[in-house]
């Protein structure tokens, strides 16, 4: 059983270990999908912002006209650092947003836009100083990985679970021996899957 998790764990530290790196300048502002500064930090604002900004992702990556069609994809994945995650479920359930600015009179929304419009998925790993580019103010809006993956996560013949094979154990050894594997990589596909906020 531990194999087996430690399995799952190796796929979850890849990716990680990706996305925090920005390889190749994924999330950049030239891909219309970086965005950083005070206005970035998780609210209902900056969500909106970061809503609009993947809204607005264009057919790309030519200049021919038909390549500046916008492509009408929707976020689907809210995820965050465990350090906003409460912030992040309390914005995706709240029926009302109360928002108060100093020197502005309080505004109360008849609704919430936000409710339930993502999914939070929220990981220790975005924020853990194990992994370079660890921020615990980060957040990212994903697109349904069905219509358009971001990153992509491929398991040699498919096979997405660990092996576990038994093994001899050394001649002056009493016992058995196992061991396990997991054939995968992961890649990055298509910055117009996902937005990245800076947080700060």
Do not use: C
Request: aromatic share 8%; proline share 8%; charged share 20%.
């Amino acid at each position: 059983r531990q194999m087996g998790r430690s399995g799952a764990e190796s796929i979850d530290d890849l990716f990680f270990r990706l996305l925090l790196s920005n390889p190749n300048n994924f999330f950049v502002a030239g891909n219309s999908n970086y965005q950083e500064g005070a206005a970035t930090a998780f609210g209902s604002t900056a969500l909106t912002n970061a809503k609009t900004l993947f809204r607005k992702q264009k057919a790309g990556p030519g200049t021919k006209a038909k390549d500046q069609k916008p492509i009408n994809v929707r976020p689907k994945f809210l995820v965050v650092p465990v350090e906003i995650e409460t912030d992040a479920e309390l914005l995706m359930g709240s029926a009302q947003l109360m928002i108060d600015a100093s020197g502005s009179p309080t505004k109360i929304p008849v609704d919430n836009p936000h409710r339930n419009k993502y999914e939070v998925v929220s990981a220790p790993h975005l924020s853990d100083t194990y992994y370079a580019g660890a921020s615990a103010k980060a957040w990212y809006l994903f697109a349904d990985p069905q219509l358009l993956p971001a990153f992509e996560i491929v398991f040699l013949n498919g096979r997405q679970t660990p092996v576990i094979e038994r093994v001899e154990a050394p001649p002056n050894t009493l016992g058995m021996g196992f061991r396990g594997y997991i054939d995968v990589g992961v890649k990055e596909q298509d910055p117009r899957g996902a937005v990245k906020m800076k947080g700060e």
